[in-house]
């Protein structure tokens, strides 16, 4: 499946980071993938990305659609004829958006799971949550700061934004493989955020990660970003 290149508009973007066991992450990705460590650590997370006038390329702005979306993503590694390539593995999408949740794995890449959204946005704050569902549930409580979190990974916020900014490959499974979108934006900016509370289902599920095996490490906002999405061929 080849979908047309998407235009749009993210509206507001949160990345939430993880730093995770790599042993722990490579029994949870399918093959050629590969956690791509980093610092000795894999690095997994959410992406919370409301979209807005999205709809084909050359289509008017006006006809184009909006949604709350969550994708759960993995940074990962692949050869590709003799190459090393690297992006995120999203093992799972949920959405607003019973359009998105229809024709997710039929018309564009990945099954879309129906969630409810809770939304606050206010002078720089942020809360950000949905339950899916199959009760799956993500939960972020934020506000702009201008530092990156003292105790990431990552040295500075160039340095996270130059490793996040390498991952706009994005590969979903299919029922015979996977299916692939690039992220081009027309611009790449992101901003660190404080966060004073953040739960998720997934990776609070100790018997996908064992307790102690995963750690938050940093959020990231996008805001205001037209960008286009380009179908891959499958893998």
Not at 144 to 169: N, R
Request: with cysteine; glycine share 8%; net charge neutral.
């Amino acid at each position: 499946m080849k979908i047309p290149t998407i235009h749009g508009f993210i509206d507001r973007r949160i990345l939430i980071n993880f730093t995770a066991d790599p042993e722990v992450v490579a029994k949870i990705i399918p093959a050629p993938f590969s956690p791509k460590v980093y610092k000795g650590k894999a690095i997994v997370g959410i992406c919370l990305i409301r979209l807005k006038e999205i709809k084909p390329k050359g289509i008017p702005a006006f006809l184009g659609t909006s949604s709350e979306n969550g994708a759960h993503r993995i940074a990962v590694e692949w050869d590709e004829n003799g190459l090393k390539k690297e992006g995120v593995y999203i093992p799972r999408r949920d959405t607003s958006s019973k359009l998105n949740a229809l024709l997710g794995g039929r018309f564009f890449p990945g099954k879309h799971h129906l969630a409810n959204f809770n939304i606050r946005e206010e002078l720089g704050h942020y809360h950000v949550s949905f339950v899916s569902s199959d009760n799956t549930y993500i939960k972020i409580d934020a506000k702009e700061v201008d530092s990156l979190h003292s105790e990431s990974i990552f040295d500075s916020i160039e340095e996270v934004s130059g490793f996040f900014e390498q991952g706009a490959v994005g590969y979903s499974p299919n029922k015979t493989g996977f299916d692939g979108l690039k992220l081009s934006t027309y611009k790449w900016e992101v901003k660190p955020l404080q966060v004073s509370t953040v739960n998720s289902s997934f990776f609070e599920n100790e018997q996908i990660f064992p307790k102690g095996s995963v750690r938050f490490d940093n959020a990231l906002l996008m805001t205001n970003i037209e960008h286009e999405w380009s179908g891959l061929t499958k893998k």
